[in-house]
């Protein structure tokens, strides 16, 4: 109990000079208070930080900071409800939150998103939930879209190799397929969907980006 | 040669001194710088050589930006001298400092390379912002190292999903065009979403 007690004084102190920099000082007693009642409720506070600093930069007002950050917790909130509604095993890291979070920010519905995640095993559901929610940005239908995932899932693909599913449904449509063709030539070769190898030199000159001291 | 005459064989030879005050070795001495003198004065001159040189003494000055550029073109001599412990410092720092190409970043486990391109012709800086570098324009800068108005970098980033946009001329914010997956950024804009692949397959 006392280390927790600790972090949760800690932890509005370490993102103090982050946040005072960068942040008007109008908009800080209410990101600080969201803050505090995330890490209260285990939720990640850096995506809180993040979208702070990020109205910062764009030169928000305060009080739109304050609602955007606001925002942000209650996607978390709501992204970790559904993981625990779908059964997938927790504690749950901040990237599978976001995750989640992000999928449900891309127009993907609840149910969409619980059926994805409870069939994804052993790992994230990050590429999956991507997959789906690019499929259906290319104009997939979301229950289809889903399908054609779980089913990649099945034959024992993962990770970033579902992302290559989503690639091969749209160059089918780019060759002229209707989508229930594209769909159906995908599912038909799966697992062996082509992967997209990094081109080479692509690593030539890239560089890690600076965060602030 | 003349300067370390005696000032009495000197006084002697100007006629300001009687020759008749000189010792025997004096006379003798001012007897043979006489023919000498005379010998010379016997001289052939070189015909027209009086005109050519007061021809390029009177010859009006050039202006000093074509003596300027005469001896920009003419070549000059040039002394370098050095120790020879210097030079092979020298060749030593140049070794030091040498490194050859720069090799490719080692990546982590869960790390990708994105490639962040974008095309603003008219633009004087470009900057890719996201949550990777706190939102800040001046942390990653794109480049247009030939000028055609098409910038880009490559950046190391964890693998998952990255929201991002560009800053243009530091103040210009802009969603990627070319990004295709968008979210609202609950700042009235939307941040372009970028999936970033682990170089090393999971």
Do not use: C
């Amino acid at each position: 109990m006392t280390p927790l007690l600790l972090l949760l004084l800690l932890l509005p102190q370490q993102n103090d000079g982050r946040l005072a920099e960068h942040v008007p000082a109008a908009a800080l007693p209410g990101v600080h208070a969201i803050i505090t009642r995330a890490a209260q409720d285990s939720l990640p506070t850096e995506p809180l930080v993040e979208k702070a600093l990020e109205g910062g930069a764009k030169g928000a007002s305060p009080e739109m900071i304050v609602t955007a950050v606001g925002a942000e917790e209650a996607r978390l909130r709501n992204a970790r409800d559904l993981l625990r509604r779908a059964g997938a095993p927790g504690p749950y890291g901040t990237r599978e939150l976001q995750s989640v979070s992000l999928a449900l920010a891309r127009g993907l519905p609840d149910r969409i998103v619980a059926e994805v995640v409870g069939s994804v095993k052993d790992t994230t559901p990050g590429f999956a939930l991507h997959a789906v929610a690019d499929l259906t940005a290319h104009g997939f239908g979301a229950d289809s879209s889903a399908a054609l995932i779980v089913a990649a899932l099945g034959s024992g693909l993962s990770g970033q190799r579902l992302l290559d599913v989503a690639a091969a449904a749209d160059r089918e449509l780019q060759r002229g397929s209707t989508r229930p063709q594209a769909l159906a030539r995908v599912r038909s070769i799966l697992p062996a969907v082509p992967s997209q190898p990094l081109p080479p030199g692509a690593m030539q000159g890239a560089t890690r980006p600076k965060r602030s001291p | 040669m003349i300067h370390d005459l005696d000032p009495r064989i000197h006084g002697a030879l100007d006629g300001e001194l009687d020759r008749a005050a000189l010792t025997p070795d004096e006379r003798a001495l001012v007897e043979r710088l006489d023919a000498a003198a005379r010998a010379l004065s016997g001289t052939p001159v070189v015909p027209g050589l009086s005109r050519r040189v007061m021809g390029i003494i009177r010859r009006p000055l050039a202006s000093p930006v074509a003596r300027f550029r005469r001896w920009l073109t003419s070549p000059q001599p040039v002394t370098l001298s050095l120790r020879p412990v210097y030079s092979l410092v020298i060749v030593a720092l140049a070794v030091v400092l040498w490194r050859g190409p720069v090799p490719a970043p080692m990546l982590g486990a869960h790390e990708g390379v994105a490639q962040f391109v974008a095309r603003f012709p008219e633009a004087h800086s470009v900057a890719v912002v996201g949550a990777f570098n706190d939102w800040r324009p001046e942390a990653t800068p794109l480049a247009d190292d030939d000028h055609d108005g098409v910038w880009d970098a490559r950046v190391i980033l964890p693998a998952g999903q990255h929201e991002y946009m560009f800053v243009v001329d530091g103040e210009r914010w802009v969603s990627d065009p070319l990004a295709g997956r968008y979210v609202d950024d609950g700042f009235g804009r939307q941040n372009a979403v970028l999936v970033v692949r682990p170089v090393r397959s999971e």
